[in-house]
C-alpha cells in the first residue's frame, strides 16, 4: 500500500470521526467534479419555471453545476447529514402545523456553527486548507453531491433518503481544495414500487422523482411571496402554516429516523400547544416571541398571518 493511499485514507477517516464529533450524523466524501448528468434536467426544471419565484436559482448555472466553478482550487466534496427529527410534534388535533425542520433556531446558524467547529478541527489535525461551508444553499447541488458521497439515494419525493435513518436531515457541504481518498456514489434506488409519497401529496406537486415547487405546499407557505395563495389549492393544505412533511411523513424509510440531540432544535415551550383561538389573534409581539432566531422569519409576520388567515377562510382546522 502507498504511502499516499494511506495519507488520503487517512485524511478523510479524521474527517469523518470530526464530523461525527460535532453532532452530523453522517459524511460523505466526494471527488469535485462537474455534474455533468444534472445539466440537462436543471436547465428543464428551470424553463419550465417549477422554481416558481425563487428566481435565485437561475442564477450561476454553472456554479451550480460545478464546485470547481464556485470555489477554484476545489478537489473534494465533504457532504453532512445533520439530523432534525424532533422527540414532539403537534398532535393529529392541533389546529396547524409548523414543518419539523423549522421548529427550533435556524438551522443555517446552528449547522454552519458545527461546520466552522469542524473545519477548525480539521485544519489543527490535517493542516491549513482553502474551504467554504453552504447549508441549503442554492449554488450547490446538495443531493446530487450527498448521493455521490454515498449517503443515499434521491428517493420519488426528491428527498436524499439514507437507507439507515430516512430523510429529516439538513444537508451541508464542504468543498476543500484538498485530496481525499472518496466513497462510493449510492447506485441503487430503494424506492422500488413504492409510489406514497406521490399519492399523499395534496397538491400534486410530485411526480417520480420531480417536483413543481410552485405547486408544494413547502413552496407556497415559505418562499412566495403574493399577498393571495391560489384558489386551486382551497381545500389542499391540511393544517400547514410553514412548510409541509407529507411526502417525508408517509415515507417508509422514515420509519427508521431517531430523535436529534441538538438542544438549539427545541422548539418554544408553547410552539406546539397553541390554541386556534391564540393562531388566528398572533400579534407581531407574540410572533417575535415564538419565532426569535427562528428559520419561520422567512415567511414574515405578515406570511404567516396569510398563510393563518387561508386556512381559517377554507375552514381547514382553524
Ligand atoms: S412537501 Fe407537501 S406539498 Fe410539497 S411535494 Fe411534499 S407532500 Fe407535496
Ligand atoms: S414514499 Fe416510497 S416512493 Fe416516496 S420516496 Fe419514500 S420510498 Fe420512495
Given at each position: 500500500m502507498s504511502s499516499r493511499y494511506e495519507l488520503l485514507h487517512h485524511r478523510s477517516r479524521t474527517i469523518k470521526q470530526i464530523a461525527k464529533q460535532n453532532g452530523f450524523a453522517f459524511a460523505g466524501i466526494a471527488k469535485a467534479r462537474r455534474l455533468d448528468e444534472?445539466?440537462?434536467?436543471?436547465?428543464?426544471?428551470?424553463?419550465?419555471?417549477?422554481?416558481?419565484?425563487?428566481?435565485?436559482?437561475?442564477?450561476?448555472?454553472?456554479?451550480?453545476?460545478?464546485?470547481?466553478?464556485?470555489?477554484?482550487?476545489?478537489?473534494?466534496?465533504?457532504?453532512?447529514?445533520?439530523?432534525?427529527?424532533?422527540?414532539?410534534?403537534?398532535?393529529?388535533?392541533?389546529?396547524?402545523?409548523?414543518?419539523?425542520?423549522?421548529?427550533?433556531?435556524?438551522?443555517?446558524?446552528?449547522?454552519?456553527?458545527?461546520?466552522?467547529?469542524m473545519v477548525k478541527e480539521m485544519q489543527q489535525q490535517l493542516g491549513e486548507f482553502s474551504y467554504r461551508v453552504f447549508v441549503d444553499s442554492a449554488p450547490v447541488l446538495e443531493r446530487a453531491w450527498a448521493r455521490e458521497a454515498g449517503l443515499g439515494w434521491i428517493g420519488k419525493n426528491t428527498m436524499l433518503i439514507n437507507p439507515k435513518q430516512g430523510s429529516f436531515f439538513f444537508l451541508a457541504e464542504i468543498l476543500?481544495?484538498?485530496?481525499?481518498?472518496?466513497?462510493?456514489?449510492?447506485?441503487?434506488?430503494?424506492?422500488?414500487?413504492?409510489?406514497?409519497?406521490?399519492?399523499?401529496?395534496?397538491?400534486?406537486?410530485?411526480?417520480?422523482?420531480?417536483?413543481?415547487?410552485?405547486?408544494?405546499?413547502?413552496?407556497?407557505?415559505i418562499e412566495n411571496k403574493n399577498e393571495q395563495i391560489p384558489e386551486e389549492f382551497r381545500e389542499q393544505y391540511q393544517k400547514w402554516i410553514f412548510g409541509c412533511d407529507i411526502c417525508q411523513e408517509v415515507c417508509p424509510w422514515n420509519r427508521f429516523s431517531i430523535t436529534h440531540q441538538e438542544p438549539e432544535f427545541e422548539p418554544h415551550e408553547k410552539l406546539l400547544s397553541l390554541s386556534k383561538q391564540q393562531w388566528q389573534e398572533l400579534t407581531r409581539e407574540e410572533y417575535q416571541q415564538l419565532f426569535k432566531k427562528s428559520t419561520v422569519k422567512r415567511a414574515k409576520f405578515e406570511g404567516l398571518k396569510r398563510n393563518i388567515h387561508f386556512l381559517n377562510e377554507n375552514n381547514q382546522s382553524l
Amino acid at each position: 500500500m502507498s504511502s499516499r493511499y494511506e495519507l488520503l485514507h487517512h485524511r478523510s477517516r479524521t474527517i469523518k470521526q470530526i464530523a461525527k464529533q460535532n453532532g452530523f450524523a453522517f459524511a460523505g466524501i466526494a471527488k469535485a467534479r462537474r455534474l455533468d448528468e444534472h445539466e440537462k434536467s436543471l436547465k428543464s426544471y428551470l424553463e419550465q419555471q417549477h422554481h416558481g419565484q425563487m428566481h435565485y436559482m437561475e442564477n450561476h448555472f454553472e456554479k451550480r453545476l460545478d464546485p470547481r466553478v464556485l470555489h477554484p482550487g476545489t478537489k473534494s466534496v465533504i457532504s453532512l447529514l445533520y439530523n432534525y427529527y424532533p422527540e414532539s410534534f403537534y398532535e393529529s388535533e392541533a389546529p396547524v402545523k409548523i414543518t419539523r425542520y423549522a421548529l427550533g433556531k435556524d438551522y443555517h446558524f446552528v449547522v454552519k456553527n458545527r461546520m466552522r467547529e469542524m473545519v477548525k478541527e480539521m485544519q489543527q489535525q490535517l493542516g491549513e486548507f482553502s474551504y467554504r461551508v453552504f447549508v441549503d444553499s442554492a449554488p450547490v447541488l446538495e443531493r446530487a453531491w450527498a448521493r455521490e458521497a454515498g449517503l443515499g439515494w434521491i428517493g420519488k419525493n426528491t428527498m436524499l433518503i439514507n437507507p439507515k435513518q430516512g430523510s429529516f436531515f439538513f444537508l451541508a457541504e464542504i468543498l476543500a481544495d484538498m485530496e481525499l481518498a472518496y466513497d462510493k456514489p449510492m447506485q441503487k434506488d430503494f424506492c422500488g414500487n413504492c409510489r406514497r409519497c406521490i399519492d399523499a401529496c395534496p397538491t400534486d406537486a410530485l411526480k417520480p422523482y420531480k417536483i413543481d415547487a410552485s405547486r408544494c405546499i413547502s413552496y407556497l407557505t415559505i418562499e412566495n411571496k403574493n399577498e393571495q395563495i391560489p384558489e386551486e389549492f382551497r381545500e389542499q393544505y391540511q393544517k400547514w402554516i410553514f412548510g409541509c412533511d407529507i411526502c417525508q411523513e408517509v415515507c417508509p424509510w422514515n420509519r427508521f429516523s431517531i430523535t436529534h440531540q441538538e438542544p438549539e432544535f427545541e422548539p418554544h415551550e408553547k410552539l406546539l400547544s397553541l390554541s386556534k383561538q391564540q393562531w388566528q389573534e398572533l400579534t407581531r409581539e407574540e410572533y417575535q416571541q415564538l419565532f426569535k432566531k427562528s428559520t419561520v422569519k422567512r415567511a414574515k409576520f405578515e406570511g404567516l398571518k396569510r398563510n393563518i388567515h387561508f386556512l381559517n377562510e377554507n375552514n381547514q382546522s382553524l
